[in-house]
């Protein structure tokens, strides 16, 4: 459906500028652009944008005109891109955005209430579904001392397993290096349940997996069984060209 362009809105520039300037600024309102007429004595008059920060933007101005009335009056003054406007990235929630290992002292990161790391440590069933079961839950939990009212699921465990042994895990550069593997080690510690099968953590501080949580099949140089005959690693001999004797200054370096 065609609408028909109205003269007294369409010709109306100077009233739709006036009022871009009044929510702009002078200085911030360019030239016309044109009129797209939206419906009965309705039209949209734009304007450039001469904010250097809204580049390809346009002052968008809609003037009305009243059945039988022979004057034009400003509807509504907005800011909206063009096709080349410079536009701010897509907004990313807080949730979506945090990283592992972004939290740092003072930080408060709030726990998913529908988190799949973590299920119910009551029981391996079903989450209470009101707020209220979740108060009985906590209030059976403390008076009985089992201490955690959620643990890790399942999906907790081997997102963690997969981080771990990523870092500290068999096939990495220390490892196929090391002398022999970690659960040899007298500084390993092996965690506790299930996961201190293939788990535990280094107490040496001078390994660069010291305080890590490592894979039992982990190993680096700082192995406890490594006795002092074994420390270091011998360097072959440095050979020189007889025929280009190295000097400095004119005299031998090995005068």
């Not at 894979?215 to 007889?242: I, K, M, Q």
Request: charged fraction near 25%; glycine fraction near 10%; hydrophobic fraction near 40%.
């Amino acid at each position: 459906m065609t609408v028909k362009t109205d003269a007294v809105t369409s010709a109306a520039v100077d009233v739709a500028r006036r009022a871009a300037v009044a929510e702009a600024g002078q200085d911030q309102v360019g030239e016309h652009l044109g009129v797209v007429a939206e419906g009965d004595r309705l039209v949209t008059h734009s304007f450039v944008c001469l904010h250097p920060g809204y580049r390809g933007w346009r002052w968008v101005v809609t003037v009305v005109r009243a059945p039988r009335a022979r004057t034009a009056t400003v509807n509504d003054v907005v800011l909206l891109p063009g096709e080349d406007a410079l536009l701010a990235p897509p907004w990313v929630p807080w949730a979506d955005r945090i990283a592992p290992g972004d939290v740092r002292p003072g930080t408060l990161l709030a726990t998913p209430p529908e988190d799949p790391r973590l299920v119910p440590g009551y029981t391996a069933g079903a989450d209470p579904r009101t707020p209220d079961e979740a108060i009985e839950i906590r209030a059976v939990v403390r008076e009985l001392g089992l201490g955690r009212t959620r643990v890790l699921s399942k999906d907790g465990r081997d997102a963690a397993c997969q981080r771990w042994l990523t870092t500290h895990g068999p096939d990495s550069f220390e490892a196929r290096q090391a002398p022999a593997p970690c659960s040899t080690c007298g500084y390993f510690i092996r965690l506790r349940g299930g996961l201190g099968a293939a788990f535990g953590a280094c107490a040496n501080a001078y390994s660069g997996a010291d305080g890590c949580v490592i894979s039992v099949d982990y190993g680096c140089g700082a192995h406890s069984d490594v006795v002092e005959e074994r420390r270091g690693v011998d360097l072959p001999p440095v050979l020189f060209d007889d025929a280009m004797e190295m000097t400095k200054g004119g005299v031998s370096v090995f005068d």
